[in-house]
C-alpha cells in the first residue's frame, strides 16, 4: 500500500525535470575540481572581453549559429536553448536549435546538415558520448568550430575535434553537499545513496560527495547504494523498498532533482518528512519547489545559463580571432541554493 501512496504522490509531481548531467568514457576518470591544466573553473567572459563589439539590437550579424541538442524535452536543455536565442538576437547573429528527442540517428543526420549549412560556429549536447565521432568530424572537416556544452562526448573526440568544452562542475556540486550534510548531522548518520553509475559526470558527483563528508566520513554508514537512474519513477520505488529496510535511516543523497523527488515522495508516503533528509544536485524549478516546501534539505546547483552564457561569449571570441579561450575544458562553479535564492529564482535555472 505504501508502494501505492508513493505513486499517487509521484504523478502529483513535475517530471519534466531532467538531468543536465553528461556521460564521458570509462577511461577518462579525471575529477574536474582537480584538473589544473587542461580544465579551469571559470567565470563566463563578459562581452567585452570578446574581442567582438556587440551589435546594436535590431542589426544583423553575418554569423550564424547552432544549438544541436539532446532533446528540448525538460527545461535544462529548453533553458539553454532560451538563453542562447536571447544572447543571439539581441546581437544580429542568425540562429537555429536542432533537438532529435534523444534519437542518436537523428543527431547525427542534424550534425551532418550542420557541416553542409555553412553555420559559423556550433554548440553540441550529444545524445550518446561515444556515438556521434562521425558527426564531429564531419562539422571539424567542414572547419566549423564546435563548442560541446554541459555533456562531454568522449575524451579522443574532444582532443580530436572540440574548440572547448563547457560545463558545471560536478564534483564541487557534490562536495559542497557532502560538506552541508556533515554540518547538518555532525555526529554522523545512516544515509543512502541513489547514483547513476553509468554517467561519468553522476560519477563525479558521488565522488565529491563522499570528499565532503570529510573526516567525518566514518560517522555515515551507507546502508545502501543503488542506481537510480537519474529517474523520479525509478528512484521513488528504490527509496521505498530502502526506507522499509531500513527503519533508522536519517538522509538521502541524489544524483540530480528527479531522483530526489522520487525519494522525497518516497519519504513523505512514509510519513517521514522531517525525519529522513534529502539532499540534491540541480536547482531546478521544482527542486527549488521542494526546497522551499521543506522537501529537501539541501540541493546544489547546475548552471545551464551560465554554461550557455560561457560558451557563446567564447565562440564570439573564438570567432574574433582570439583562441585563447582559456583552456580546453572548462567547469562553471556549482553553489549551494538558499532559500532567498530559490524564491527570487523559482521558475528558473542558473
Known amino acids: 500500500m505504501k508502494k501505492l501512496a508513493a505513486l499517487g504522490l509521484c ?12 556521460s564521458s568514457p570509462a577511461e577518462s576518470t579525471e575529477e574536474p575540481a582537480a584538473e589544473t591544466q587542461e580544465s579551469e573553473t571559470a567565470e563566463a567572459p563578459a562581452a567585452e572581453e570578446t574581442g567582438e563589439e556587440a551589435q546594436p539590437e535590431g542589426e544583423t550579424s553575418d554569423l550564424s549559429f547552432a544549438f544541436c541538442t539532446n532533446t528540448l524535452n525538460n527545461t535544462f536543455q529548453s533553458s539553454m536553448d532560451t538563453k542562447f536565442s ?28 550542420v557541416a553542409n549549412s555553412g553555420y559559423d560556429a556550433v554548440f553540441i549536447i550529444p545524445v550518446d558520448s561515444a556515438g556521434i565521432t562521425a558527426g564531429l568530424a564531419e562539422i571539424k572537416d567542414a572547419g566549423i568550430p564546435i563548442f560541446n556544452v554541459d555533456t562531454a562526448v568522449i575524451e579522443e573526440d574532444i582532443e580530436a575535434f572540440v574548440t ?22 555532525p555526529d554522523g548518520a545512516q544515509i543512502a545513496v541513489l547514483d ?16 565532503g563528508l570529510g573526516d567525518n566520513a566514518d560517522k555515515f554508514d551507507i546502508v545502501a547504494q543503488q542506481d537510480g537512474a537519474a529517474a523520479l519513477d525509478v528512484s521513488l520505488g528504490l527509496a521505498d523498498d530502502i526506507i522499509i529496510a531500513n527503519p533508522d535511516l536519517q538522509a538521502f543523497f541524489c544524483i540530480n532533482d528527479p531522483s530526489a523527488l522520487g525519494a522525497a515522495a518516497a519519504v513523505k508516503a512514509a510519513n517521514k518528512t522531517g525525519e529522513i533528509g534529502v539532499y540534491s544536485i540541480d ?19 547546475q548552471v545551464p545559463l551560465g554554461i550557455a552564457e560561457y560558451a557563446y561569449n567564447a565562440a564570439v571570441k573564438y570567432l574574433g580571432g582570439d583562441t585563447d579561450l582559456g583552456g580546453k575544458k572548462i567547469y562553471l562553479d556549482s553553489h549551494l541554493v538558499l532559500e532567498d535564492e530559490a524564491k527570487e529564482t523559482i521558475n528558473d535555472w542558473q
Not at 504523478?11 to 553528461?22: E, F, H, K, N
Not at 536571447?86 to 546538415?113: M, R, V
Not at 572547448?164 to 548531522?185: H, I, P, R, S
Open 11 to 22: 504523478l502529483c509531481m513535475t517530471v519534466g525535470v531532467m538531468t543536465g548531467c553528461g
Open 164 to 185: 572547448q568544452f563547457v560545463g558545471t562542475n560536478a564534483y564541487m556540486a557534490g562536495q559542497l553537499v557532502g560538506e552541508q550534510m556533515t554540518k547538518d548531522y
Open 196 to 211: 547513476f553509475p553509468s554517467n561519468e559526470s553522476c560519477v563525479d558527483r558521488v565522488n565529491g560527495f563522499m570528499d
Open 86 to 113: 536571447e544572447l543571439c538576437e539581441a546581437n544580429g547573429i542568425s540562429y537555429t536549435c536542432l533537438d532529435p528527442d534523444y534519437d542518436l540517428n537523428k543527431q547525427l543526420g542534424q550534425l551532418s546538415d
Open 283 to 301: 536547482a531546478s524549478p521544482d527542486g527549488k519547489q521542494a526546497l522551499l516546501d521543506g522537501e529537501f534539505s539541501a540541493v546544489a546547483a
